[in-house]
């Protein structure tokens, strides 16, 4: 076949494959990537971690020569047992499926987890790091324990062997009420279940019908480092370092090292030895009790001995006491005597001054009685200054009024007169200030009458008419 005819059928075979739109190119990608790829664990280190608004979680995991798109949905990513963050070596599982809209692929995570035990250790200790920048770990922080708790709550599992070895062992020592909070001590929501323990033995009152703890013991026994992750989570540590009740850690054996421990008040080997800080062995306790109570009954006994021999030596330097009463008691004596003689002889010298005060004063009747005199005269003179007073006052005030009478004008109308007034009530002086057709008032001396002025030499002008024309124009003068 020539180089000619293989262009030609080229060409023809181009002309008659069928045509895909972009969308039916991508769904056909997406059933080929999620049909081949349903199930997957990728391993790679975490880069470019964001968590949106909605919850979810994107980022990409990469490798030495290639990087993969990652999201992790919000219903998924709250169960998450581990914190994503940027650097950390996970294994994702998942499935694989394509993003149309930017045409690239991409992991759904279902779950995580750290990819070794060195990646483990790496973000251990850069959390470790982190808290201590805090001052999560701080010594000046830390709490003494109470000597002799009454209730301790212990948060462990409730069907390993850490309760009974802490029961047991505190039942040799010093038999405690203990209160148990069971939580899960590793897996998936051993963490949140820790974090509620711890908050919800702060939270019970004082003197509710649950009591409050005076100790906490976190306990768990030993395991490897991915056992014993729940106790190296962030919230677990936050949590008990805000505890306001003082905190035993006890995590592990006693080469196992977890951050609670260095942010609880005391640190624990094991289980065991937490009971053991809790309490102290009741037998050597009632010893060490007995032993100071004889102790403090010797140095009493010794101490009132010394002082009665102090006393003894004081008492020695005293004056005899017999002597120095016999003298007081009878210069008691000797004031007895006295005493009755001077107290008449006092009296009456006291009657004799009060008789002579008493001769001096008055008779009070008497002097009521000119008092009462003297009250009388000057009432009597200042009535009598009262009227020549006002005499002069009342015959000019008469006087005036008979005046003012005689110049009334209602004395002018008794005489036959009469006060004219126009409508409103005011005098007419004048002729002039009257018009024909006014209505005016005529006051006599018994009564007002109404009248209208028809004519009279000397009246003003008649009124012009003021009446307007039908079309509401003013009237004429004329």
Known sequence: MSEQQSDIEHTENSLNAPIFSVSEVSGHLKRVVEDSFAFVRV????????????????????????????????????????????????????????????????????????????????????????????GLFDRAEKRELPYLPKVIGVVT???????????????????????????????????DQIVNAIAGFNRLPKNGPIPR???????????????????????????????????????????DTTLIDFASDVRAPTPTAAAEMAV????????????DGARIMRAAGRFVAEQRIHLQGLSRGLPDLNQLL??????????????????????????????????????????????????????????RAANRLTAAPKRDLKLTARLLDGLSYERVLDRGFALITDAKGRAIPSITALHPGDDV????????????????????????????????????LL
């Open 43 to 134: 391993r790679g280190e975490v880069t470019g971690f964001k968590r949106a608004a909605s919850g979810h979680l994107y980022f990409r995991m990469k490798d030495d020569g290639a990087v993969l798109d990652a999201v992790c949905w919000r219903g998924v990513a709250g169960r998450l047992s581990l914190d994503v963050e940027d650097g950390l070596e996970v294994i994702a599982i998942g499935r694989l499926t394509t993003y149309p809209g930017r045409s690239n692929y991409q992991i759904v995570v279902e779950s995580i987890e750290i990819a070794g035990e060195g990646a483990l250790l790496k973000l251990l200790e850069d959390r470790k790091r982190k808290l201590a920048d805090e």
């Open 157 to 191: 599992s409730p069907t390993g062997a850490v309760i009974r070895d802490i029961m047991h062992r505190l039942n040799d020592r010093f038999p405690t009420r203990v209160l148990v909070w069971p939580v899960l001590v590793q897996g998936d929501g051993a963490a």
């Open 213 to 255: 703890p005076d100790l906490l013991v976190v306990a768990r026994g030993g395991g490897s480092l991915e056992d014993l992750w729940a106790f190296n989570e962030e919230n677990v540590v936050r949590a008990a370092f805000e505890s306001a009740i003082p905190l035993i850690s006890a995590v592990g054996h006693e080469t």
């Open 280 to 291: 102290p062995v009741r037998s050597e306790l009632m010893a060490l009790v007995q032993d």
């Open 326 to 383: 016999a003298n007081q008691s009878q210069r008691l004596d000797d004031w007895s005597e006295r005493l009755g003689p001077s107290l008449q002889t006092g009296i009456h010298r006291r009657h004799r001054k009060l008789a002579e005060v008493a001769g001096v004063l008055g008779s009070p009747r008497s002097q009521v009685s000119y008092s009462h005199e003297r009250l009388n005269g000057r009432a009597n003179a200042l009535i």
């Open 441 to 476: 008032h005529l006051r006599l001396k018994d009564g007002k009458v109404g009248a209208r002025v028809t004519g009279g030499e000397g009246l003003a002008l008649k009124k012009p008419n003021k009446a307007k024309t039908k079309d509401g124009k003013q009237g004429s």
